[in-house]
């Protein structure tokens, strides 16, 4: 694993955002070094995509500052995010259907010699780019439509890599993958980390979260509600803090789960529980 630098490449300070009545960010936070995976998580209408299209340029904040190693910088389009050094992959993709590996890849930005498209360039390129993150297709001349989720996945998130990024931002990669493709994409998640990326990756799925990445910054209600350390934390804590809900119901919580089965009352923890006793019934 790649050692984190001390200083954030991207810092997010005191960041708000209101649309009309309705205010989705409140002084958010968030940060991300050289090789580290930080998960942003939340339960719907908690944030994340407001925060991910501040820093990606689609929506400027309100109020707050974004800094790109150490120096305030404003992020006014994707187009100067693209330029600053952040990726975005979203959920859709948008990958097309009809053109092959190397056509998506290089869509927008094709390579060209003598004014026409350099396809020899652009396949060595491709190849050459799959191979850096063992990405496994069966052949950059295949057309998407015929590869499977994780696969379409991969190609998604190589593409946001041509232009160098130092920062990705990932929007539920996994979602509706299968267990293999998952761990494809899980595997390729960290090779970006190991190459000294900043990861920003967005996820409902916790066992994910706690899988790949080193901190979890949690948004509840548009404000940050907690950032862990994956090392130090439980999945039980991220969810209270997701949630809302005090440490005594998690801890409640767990105690049931962890009674131990087929034991007298009298010997399990939490006998005050047991039932006919302390009531009137």
Known sequence: MTAVSEEPILAVQGVS???GAVQALSDVELDVHAGEVVALVGDNGAGKSTIIKVIAGVGPADSGEIRWEGRPVTIASPSAAQELGIATVYQDL????????VGNLFL???LRRFGLLDEVAMEKRARDLLRTLSIRIPSVRIPVASLSGGQRQTVAISRSLLGEPRIVILDEPTAALG????AQVLDLV???RDQGLGVILISHNMVDVMAVADRVAVLRL?????CFDVGRTTQEEIIAAITGASDNVVTRRRARTDRPAGLP????PGQDDRPGEGTDG
């Open 222 to 226: 548009g404000r940050n509600n907690g």
């Open 94 to 101: 948008a990958l097309c259907d009809n053109l092959d590996v």
């Open 17 to 19: 955002k209101r649309f």
């Open 190 to 192: 960290e090779r970006l």
């Open 108 to 110: 927008g930005r094709e």
């Open 179 to 182: 267990v293999e493709q998952t």
């Open 265 to 268: 009352w009298e010997e399990r």
